[in-house]
């Protein structure tokens, strides 16, 4: 029997690659692009990808009616946040000042510009933009997260994005990356796991994560 996972449109993402790539990973199953509270409600699983500024996906949350049917889903769906529907699970951003669903605790800054430089001393663009190594962060039993199964420690996948989470708790971390300075590219607690970058554009492994979640049982 398919299942039925909900790709939240609220005006801000990636939505069409988001569910092509689902689609592929799991033919079987139900993808369902939706702006409906009531459909993500009744989903099985739901994943919240976003980009563009966090203020205005906050806003545009709120204006669809769909800010509780995802505050909810973080409660007890298999809940995947992709790039801004990761820095949405946090509470103050400096973007806008905006104020995320705090579901996690922490804050969401900007790149800061002083330290934006490579190993070579080289000026590092903003946006982070491309290809670069995620590490894998252990869980509390001392293994990667589920979600990186068959995905190589230093995989690489592709990043857009000028503001990165700060996470208050260090044992929610559960991917790091450097671009100037150390950040948190992927997080995880309980049934929620959320990435800061686009496994959707990030070839084989991005493909992977993507299936390791839909048979994630959390």
């Not at 007890?76 to 996690?104: N, Y």
């Not at 607690?189 to 299936?211: C, M, T, W, Y």
């Amino acid at each position: 029997m398919s299942s039925t996972v909900a790709v939240v449109d609220y005006g801000m993402g990636n939505l069409r690659s988001v569910a092509k790539a689902i689609k592929h990973v799991a033919p079987g199953e139900n993808v369902l692009i939706t702006s409906s509270a009531a459909a993500i409600a009744d989903a099985d699983r739901v994943v919240v990808p976003g980009q563009g500024a966090m203020p205005d996906c906050m806003r545009e949350l709120e204006i669809r009616g769909l800010r509780e049917a995802v505050e909810r889903a973080a409660e007890d769906k298999p809940f995947l946040g992709i790039c801004v529907g990761l820095q949405m699970l946090f509470g103050q951003a400096e973007e806008g000042g905006a104020m995320g669903l705090e579901v996690l605790p922490g804050q969401v800054p900007h790149f800061p510009r002083a330290a934006m430089q490579g190993p070579d001393g080289s000026r590092l663009k903003v946006p982070h933009m491309g290809w670069n190594e995620v590490h894998q962060m252990p869980d509390e039993s001392g293994k990667p997260h589920v979600l990186w199964t068959d995905i190589a420690d230093g995989a690489r996948f592709y990043f857009v994005h000028s503001y990165y989470v700060e996470p208050e708790l260090p044992d929610v971390i559960a991917g790091s990356t450097n671009y100037g300075i150390p950040f948190t590219s992927a997080v995880a607690r309980d049934n929620i796991f959320a990435v800061q970058f686009h496994p959707e554009k990030s070839a084989r492994d991005g493909l992977a994560l993507l299936a390791n979640f839909m048979r994630w049982k959390p």
